[in-house]
């Protein structure tokens, strides 16, 4: 196994304590720890309000807020290993029940609280979820009329439920169910390959993909946050990601919490002005976000910039989509730090290739792998193995040596799927990049039909599936297209079934339909009926040869397109 880099005197697991019988547990070593270190008393959640108020929570706050969730897990019979699923935004309550679950040795999937009835309901079906916390407003909204058809989801926690059964049976009122657990409830002793957190993720076929991760991945959170981000105990910190992606997990709950610093916990939306506060009047020193918001801080001028200053800030970094080169200068000028770019997924589980804060800052380059992770550039052989790229300037996939702690140790469910994704002893990442001669990687493209609109993976089947169940639905290829602030958005291309004619109102009604089954970050943005769509001859939508339509693209490899039907008259 390869470690990151970490406190020699931690031994064998650089950085983390391990539980005191032995074992290994996030909880612990995002709470339990630094109480059991004498430094209970530091902030370990930071929450603005709405009205100015801020209210802190304490690591020994946590500490005890974490123990009475687990202890209520336990009363309710939740089992070890069993799901308790989230839908929520970034709210105190949501570090209560993340550490909870984990202390109870129960595993964490966080949804995103965006989406709408038909992502929650595949998620928590493949997931087997028995326990959902969220709000009475999201439950009324999106699994009150779901819940016939999830029969293993027993639970359902309310963090503002005013009595148990008050929504139904199985509701939970959270607070008073808390306020009766023992804050004390001791940690379950699971072990580092015991299964923690479950992601799900976007694939261009099939059902979104749950990737499962373990409580060893808390080495790779911990040792990525000091190295590639630079986070220190004494740092205020603010990951602006949703928990229902990666990111928002790994680094918005788990890294720094394990690093001891104080998480800043904003649940507010995009606001120029207020984020510039937020940097400002709660001293942020490190900041991780998304290139969209670099992008939509560079619409909003550096007017607005320039009237507040950041005075604690040292690190600004980025993820999840290609940061351009004008984003990491505008930065440098604008707020006087660049935009570090950090590359990694939801199967890596943390950072695996940086521009480091001990790096110089190359706009336009991802940077290098960090400490303990090797990567290539390779291309995949005939046989199913893979060739390292002999030297810099080759484009091909960006592929991991296999085997550092928090990658994904399968997908729930699909160990066939999980398989495909090594070779040769390395994990294939389906990126396309290249090196350049100072071993640093430039991000190329995807190699496969996924979409990233605003940072957020978005897998084209889904959103097809659910504008297909519309009666007037022949068929639909779902592509993403560039857009300037987000990167890219979703754009449908449409067949109708016989009986049924292209017009502006059903155009609106199929993008209503898929905002109201998918919420609004998923569903298309843009709608285009089309005669007939390209099919390859195995009858797969070639949504490689819409995209390079509708983008005046080259149209590349046509020799598996099916003669007819090209959606072109
Ligand atoms: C953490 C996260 C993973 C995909 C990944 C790639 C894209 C992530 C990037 C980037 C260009 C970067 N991506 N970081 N593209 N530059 N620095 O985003 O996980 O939602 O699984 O997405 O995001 O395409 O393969 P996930």
């Avoid at 109870?104 to 326990?131: H, N």
């Avoid at 299964?195 to 059902?207: D, I, K, V």
């Avoid at 993820?319 to 990694?344: C, I, K, S």
């Avoid at 695996?352 to 303990?372: F, L, Y």
Wanted: contains cysteine; proline residues 6%; hydrophobic residues 40%.
């Amino acid at each position: 196994m390869v470690h990151g880099i970490g406190d020699e005197r931690d031994g064998a697991r650089p950085g983390v304590d391990g539980l005191p019988g032995g074992g290994l547990n996030i909880a612990h070593e995002a709470a339990d720890r630094h109480v059991a270190r004498g430094r209970g008393d530091r902030v370990a959640l930071r929450c603005p309000g709405r009205d100015g108020t801020v209210r802190t929570v304490s690591y020994a706050e946590l500490s005890g807020l974490s123990g009475r969730f687990a202890g209520l897990l336990h009363r309710l019979g939740v089992e070890r290993g069993e799901r308790v699923f989230t839908l929520l935004g970034r709210v105190p309550d949501l570090y209560t029940a993340a550490l909870g679950t984990l202390k109870a040795g129960c595993v964490l999937s966080p949804l995103f609280s965006a989406f709408g009835p038909e992502p929650v309901r595949t998620r928590l079906a493949a997931g087997d979820g028995r326990v959902l916390v969220t709000t009475r407003a999201l439950y009324r909204r999106k699994v009150a009329c779901l819940r016939g058809s999830l029969p293993g989801l027993r639970h359902v926690l309310l963090v503002d439920g005013a009595a148990d059964g008050d929504e139904g049976p199985g509701t939970v009122a959270l607070h008073p169910a808390l306020a009766a657990a023992d804050p004390d409830t001791p940690c379950a002793p699971t072990g580092p390959e015991d299964m923690a957190l479950l992601h799900f993720t976007s694939g261009t076929t099939g059902r979104p993909k749950g990737a499962v991760h373990v409580h060893g991945a808390v080495v790779g959170h911990l040792a990525t946050a000091r190295h590639a981000l630079g986070l220190g105990a004494d740092d205020v910190f603010w990951c602006t990601a949703d928990p229902g992606w990666v990111t928002g997990t790994s680094y918005g709950i788990v890294a720094p919490l394990a690093a001891g610093a104080t998480v800043l916990v904003d649940d507010g939306e995009f606001d120029a002005e207020r984020w510039y506060a937020i940097l400002r009047d709660h001293r942020v020193a490190v900041w991780y976000t998304a290139p969209t918001a670099i992008r939509m801080l560079m619409k909003a001028g550096a007017a607005v910039a320039r009237r507040y200053d950041r005075p604690a800030l040292r690190v600004i970094a980025s993820v999840g989509e290609p940061l351009n080169a004008e984003a990491v200068t505008w930065a440098q000028d604008t707020l006087g730090l660049p935009v570090r770019d950090t590359w990694w997924q939801t199967e890596t589980g943390a950072i695996m290739i940086a521009c480091a804060v001990d790096a110089p800052v190359r706009p336009g380059s991802m940077g290098r792998p960090e400490p303990g992770i090797e990567a290539a550039i390779v291309t995949r052989t005939p046989g199913g193995g893979v060739r390292v790229a002999d030297g810099p300037g080759t484009v091909g996939e960006i592929a991991l040596r296999a085997g550092w702690p928090s990658m994904f140790r399968g997908y729930l469910g699909d160990e066939e799927r999980y398989r495909r994704c090594f070779a040769d002893g390395w994990y294939l990442s389906g990126d396309l990049g290249v090196r350049d001669a100072d071993g640093c990687f430039r991000f190329v493209g995807r190699a496969d039909d996924v979409i990233k609109a605003a940072g957020h993976l978005i897998g084209p089947f889904e959103v097809e599936s659910v504008l297909m169940e519309h009666e007037a639905v022949a068929e639909a290829g779902v592509i993403g297209v560039p857009d300037p602030i987000a990167g890219e958005t979703v754009k449908a291309f449409v067949t109708l079934k016989a009986g049924h004619t292209p017009s502006e109102a059903l155009a609106r009604a199929l993008i209503g339909h898929a905002r109201a089954r998918l919420g609004p970050a998923v569903a298309p943005r843009a709608l285009e009926f089309r005669d007939a769509l390209p099919h390859t001859r195995s009858g797969k939508i070639m949504r490689r040869l819409l995209k390079a339509r509708e983008l005046g693209l080259p149209e590349g490899d046509l020799s598996t397109l099916e003669g007819n039907g090209d959606g072109r008259r």
